[in-house]
């Protein structure tokens, strides 16, 4: 009789064992699915946080050309003034009369 108790008490406890395992074995996949659901989840952040930085850089970007370009446009208007004057200012002294030849 001694010897089916032990036979008993070992198979239930050989059943808590493969219970607790089992429960283990569950446990880690319920983890990994939230670490998967985690990454996920941070991922897709990341890409829209990402993407929101590109059209800010893109649209700094498109301004600082329109400055620039505007900025080369009024060099380029005031070097075509200033040479324009700098031609009158050549031949009015080229056309001055000298003092000696009056």
Known sequence: M?????I????????AVLYRVFQIEAAIYDAIDNSE????DRINSLERSFALHVAI???RKE?????LHANEEQI???????LGDIKELRAA???KPKLDES
């Open 57 to 59: 850089y893109a649209e």
């Open 37 to 40: 659901r985690r990454v996920s």
């Open 63 to 67: 301004q600082v050309d329109y400055l």
């Open 2 to 6: 001694k010897d089916y108790i032990d």
């Open 8 to 15: 008993l008490v070992g198979l239930t406890a050989l059943i």
């Open 93 to 95: 002294l080229n056309h």
């Open 76 to 82: 380029d208007h005031v070097k075509i003034r200033l």
